[in-house]
């Protein structure tokens, strides 16, 4: 079993950066790949990054490439989700997810935390 609560949401003007971190709990969270996903009011949940168990592949959404870094610190049981160069299209529900699979599909996972907000004004 996996718990994940994240944290590090808030308001934000365009341009600036903002770092979300998603905390884990169980023993075995460093076997598991986590990925980030948001949901934005009336839209359906996106993907957005995710990070293999090791840390060695990492696969983004190409509305935050180049944008976005996501890393982990398995010692810590937690990943980060590094967000720059924000806009207003980013503000959303932020929820990080584990899955045994890395996947780019949020059915593809089994546990989830319950979210942060992230607003970006502009």
């Known amino acids: 079993q996996v718990q994940l609560v994240e944290s590090g949401g808030g308001l934000v003007q365009a341009g600036g950066s903002l770092r979300l971190s998603c905390a884990a709990s169980g023993r075995t969270f460093s076997s598991y790949a986590v990925g980030w996903f948001r949901q934005a009011p009336g839209k359906e949940r996106e993907f957005v990054a995710a990070?293999?168990?090791?840390?060695?592949?990492?696969y983004y959404a190409d509305s935050v490439k180049g944008r976005f870094t996501i890393s982990r610190d398995n010692a810590k049981n937690t990943v980060y989700l590094q967000m720059n160069s924000l806009k207003p299209e980013d503000t959303a529900v932020y929820y990080c997810?584990?899955?045994?699979?890395?996947?780019?599909?949020?059915?593809?996972?089994?546990?989830w935390g319950q979210g942060t907000q992230v607003t970006v004004s502009s």
């Open positions: 990070i293999t168990w090791s840390g060695s592949s990492t």
């Open positions: 997810a584990a899955s045994r699979i890395i996947s780019n599909a949020h059915r593809g996972y089994d546990y």
